[in-house]
């Protein structure tokens, strides 16, 4: 079991967040342009879905966005995927 996933995405200066999306057994943390999503423990290869939506508030050059996800504790042999 993975205990206490967290995923955040710091949105861009070009993007402003405008809502997140999470499953149940899990919790919207997100505060300012960074979208922050806490789930319970979930059993070993279950899938999580979270959508984050964003407006594009300057349109100059590439928008690039990127997240991370973190966990408390892995299971033995289940490397992080994202």
Do not use: H, K
Not at 14 to 25: K, N, T
Not at 34 to 41: I, M
Not at 60 to 72: K, L
Request: with cysteine.
């Amino acid at each position: 079991m993975a205990g206490d996933g967290v995923i955040t995405d710091a949105l861009p200066a070009q993007l402003a967040l405008s809502g997140v999306s999470v499953p149940a057994g899990c919790t919207d943390e997100s505060s300012g342009n960074t979208a922050v999503v806490r789930c319970a423990t979930l059993p070993v290869s279950q899938a999580v879905q979270v959508e984050v939506y964003a407006t594009v508030v300057t349109a100059t050059g590439d928008i690039v966005n990127t997240f991370t996800w973190t966990a408390d504790s892995l299971g033995p042999d289940e490397p992080p995927e994202c």
